[in-house]
């Protein structure tokens, strides 16, 4: 089944602790993204990648960084997470500069 | 900069009552519209797209229209059932940043039997 998987679903953490949001996809497609979700603002992009050992900027990317070593893998670190960052995540791939596969999400809570 | 404006919600309809989400944009040139699809629990899934003005971008009963002249994507269906319940995402997407999508605040949508 074609499908992005994303891991943990859940997680809380305290503020400091380093986390990384595992995210794979099996659809062999060159374009991945991570996205954050707030209450009232919709999914902003945080990083992208278009290629492996290519990633760039989003428009939220402060306090993420992200790593694409291989073209299945993206995924997203937070060294030093702070209560800010609390926020529901999704994985997201394309074949290209098109339509988006989701992935199932990521809660995280940082107290 | 691009951005998506939907109306708020939460919309609450009977079964079987025609629905209506607003959505409106500011881009330049020609993005492509989407919406998108969150039910409870899970993440977003493709409704429906449209890439250029006038196209009717249709699935499961829903369509909308790329209308240029008012920077508009209105999301309708004519006859809405209790599985459609769930959060309603237009978007739109400039093919750059990797395909970023730029979305709307989202509009929950209850359907009561």
């Known amino acids: 089944e074609a499908q992005v998987t994303q891991n943990p679903r859940y997680l809380i953490t305290v503020t400091g602790k380093k986390l990384t949001v595992t995210c794979s996809q099996n659809?062999?497609?060159?374009?991945m993204s991570w996205y954050r979700q707030d209450p009232g603002l919709g999914l902003r992009q945080i990083y992208y990648?278009?290629?492996?050992?290519?990633?760039d900027k989003g428009d939220v990317p402060e306090g993420y960084k992200v790593s694409r070593k291989e073209k299945r893998n993206f995924p997203l670190i937070l060294e030093s997470p702070s209560p800010n960052q609390t926020s529901l995540y999704f994985c997201?791939?394309?074949?290209?500069?098109?339509?988006?596969?989701f992935g199932p999400g990521t809660r995280l809570t940082v107290l | 900069g691009d951005s998506v404006t939907q109306m708020e919600g939460p919309v609450t309809l009977s079964e079987e009552a025609f629905l209506t989400i607003n959505c409106t944009y500011t881009?330049?040139?020609?993005?492509?519209l989407f919406w998108y699809v969150q039910y409870p629990g899970e993440g977003l899934q493709l409704l429906l797209k449209?890439?250029?003005?006038?196209d009717k971008g249709s699935n499961k009963g829903f369509e909308a229209t790329y209308r240029k002249e008012t920077t508009s994507f209105h999301l309708e269906k004519g006859s809405v059932q209790v599985s459609d319940s769930a959060v309603y995402f237009c978007?739109?997407?400039?093919?750059?940043?990797?395909?970023?999508?730029?979305f709307g605040q989202g509009t929950e949508l209850s359907v009561k039997p």
């Open positions: 997201a791939s394309s074949p290209g500069e098109d339509t988006q596969y």
């Open positions: 659809m062999n497609h060159e374009y």
């Open positions: 990648s278009m290629n492996v050992e290519v990633t």
């Open positions: 881009a330049t040139g020609y993005p492509s």
């Open positions: 449209a890439t250029k003005a006038d």
């Open positions: 978007a739109l997407s400039q093919g750059n940043q990797g395909g970023k999508l730029i």
